[in-house]
């Protein structure tokens, strides 16, 4: 398994943005797809985005209406989510995942997890 560490949560209004930084503790970084997901308090939790070591990449489109992008950088093992025009339906605990090869956007395919980090938005 690999550790992840999240940072970059935090309280924002509506309209802002932020970006999640997650950094993987592992040799074999480019192996893993890199995945981010969120859960509200009392939903389940929901996938967001995921990323390959090429970059290749899906989203939910349902939910984020484009207005969040992932990417890594696999020279410092590290995957960002960028949040861009925060709505309130955004706050939620953003957890970062990790999985070997291929892109998946089921939560129980995932092996490693982050603590997670809080983002808050208030309207």
């Known amino acids: 398994q690999v550790q992840l560490v999240e940072s970059g949560g935090g309280l924002v209004q509506t309209g802002d943005s932020l970006r999640l930084s997650c950094v993987a503790s592992?040799?074999?970084?480019?192996?893993?797809?890199m995945g981010w997901f969120r859960q509200a308090l009392g939903k389940e939790r929901e996938f967001v985005a995921a990323?390959?070591?090429?970059?290749?990449?899906?989203s939910n489109p349902d939910s984020l209406m484009g207005r969040f992008t992932i990417s890594r950088d696999n020279a410092l093992n590290t995957v960002y989510l960028q949040m861009n025009s925060l709505e309130p339906e955004d706050t939620a605990v953003y957890y970062c995942?990790?999985?070997?090869?291929?892109?998946?956007?089921?939560?129980?395919?995932?092996?490693?997890w982050g603590q997670g980090t809080q983002v808050t938005v208030s309207s």
């Open positions: 592992t040799r074999t970084f480019n192996n893993y797809v």
């Open positions: 990323i390959r070591w090429s970059g290749a990449k899906i």
């Open positions: 995942a990790a999985r070997p090869a291929y892109l998946s956007s089921r939560a129980s395919d995932y092996e490693s």
